[in-house]
């Protein structure tokens, strides 16, 4: 069986009630645990399915900060060892978004020390995610660009609603370079080929282009996303935990332990490489054109 994620024991301490985060709730139902943070991730436990909803929550567009990264991990964390959740359905409390992906704010005009907290939170997110023993579907409800992407790509099973929205790691058009390990997801979901064209060329699919490519599995009329997922967990839940978690984990390890053995350095690597002069000029410009849209 997969072992429970390492570290983050003030975080998890905070879950179990011992500390309680600033104007945090744990409220409990009779067959619903509803454990929400100050707001940036909410997690709906149904005792009776087993079945966690996890929905992030920092309108308008779910980018993720210091703090949505910290609360995802804390989430994850107190699912992971909750023996009775078997499944995590990761989704929006926003309309029309998934995620935004990272929040670029974290990443332009910041302090060398923000960076690598900031870097730091996004791994351990990761890890408790991509490394989890829980069945982990994605109920994709809009547009999931860069790390929402990530996040996607990172459960077991991807439905995204079709129409409008788009999914992929667009970072090169950022003037930025996707991490090796985001690549090493995609590399894991749609294989190389498709993976160079889409990392080179920073591409956001259509939910039936992602789809044709395998970067969702799934795509149905909004209103169907969340029945679908629900569905399609009935399949899975109906296979031998035990089993189904020593495959997962067998083939998800390489990438992760990548990731573990260098995290320190990769987020100090983080921390340099975007605080270059060059990309901070490319990210002030990403910004001003995505304020430009509105006028
Ligand atoms: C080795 C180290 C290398 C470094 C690797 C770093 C990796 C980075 C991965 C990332 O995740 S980078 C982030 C990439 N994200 C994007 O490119 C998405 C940008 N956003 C959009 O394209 C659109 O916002 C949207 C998601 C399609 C939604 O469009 P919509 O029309 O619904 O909303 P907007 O009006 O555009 O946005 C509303 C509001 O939110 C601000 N905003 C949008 N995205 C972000 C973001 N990622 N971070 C921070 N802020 C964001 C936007 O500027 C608007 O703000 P305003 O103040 O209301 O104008």
């Known amino acids: 069986?997969?072992?429970?994620?390492?570290?983050?024991?003030?975080?998890r301490q905070a879950f179990q009630g011992l500390v309680r985060p600033a104007g945090g709730q744990v409220c409990r139902q009779v067959q619903h645990r509803c454990y929400s943070t100050p707001g940036h991730v909410q997690v709906d436990m149904n005792s009776e399915t087993g079945v966690a909803t996890v929905r992030l929550n920092r309108p308008p567009v779910n980018s993720l900060n210091l703090d949505v990264l910290t609360e995802l991990s804390i989430a994850l964390e107190k699912l992971e060892t909750d023996k009775s959740c078997k499944a995590m359905v990761l989704a929006?409390?926003?309309?029309?978004i998934f995620s935004a992906g990272l929040d670029i704010l974290e990443m332009y005009q910041s302090t060398p020390e923000r960076c690598v907290a900031f870097w730091r939170a996004l791994q351990d997110a990761w890890l408790n995610l991509y490394g989890s023993r829980l069945i982990t579907m994605a109920a994709i409800e809009g547009h999931s660009p860069a790390g929402g992407c990530l996040l996607a790509m990172s459960c077991d099973y991807r439905v995204m609603a079709e129409g409008k929205f788009q999914i992929g790691l667009n970072e090169t058009k950022l003037g930025i370079v996707a991490p090796f390990w985001f690549t090493d997801v995609m590399l894991n979901t749609i294989g190389?080929?498709?993976?160079?064209?889409?990392?080179?060329?920073?591409a956001l699919y259509s939910a039936q282009q992602a789809l044709s490519i395998g970067l969702v599995d799934k795509v149905v009329p909004l209103a169907e996303v969340m029945p679908t997922v629900e569905g399609e967990l009935k399949n899975w839940l109906q296979i031998p935990a035990a089993a189904r978690v020593i495959t997962k984990t067998s083939m998800r390890k390489a990438v992760l332990d990548r990731?573990?053995?260098q995290k320190e350095k990769d987020a100090q690597f983080f921390a340099d490489f975007i605080n270059r002069d060059s990309v901070q000029k490319s990210l002030g410009m990403?910004?001003?054109?995505?304020?430009?849209?509105?006028?």
């Open 1 to 11: 069986m997969a072992a429970p994620m390492r570290g983050m024991s003030v975080l």
């Open 92 to 96: 929006s409390a926003a309309p029309g």
């Open 192 to 202: 190389h080929r498709e993976t160079e064209k889409a990392l080179q060329l920073g």
């Open 259 to 261: 990731l573990r053995s």
């Open 286 to 295: 990403y910004i001003a054109s995505l304020q430009k849209k509105k006028n």
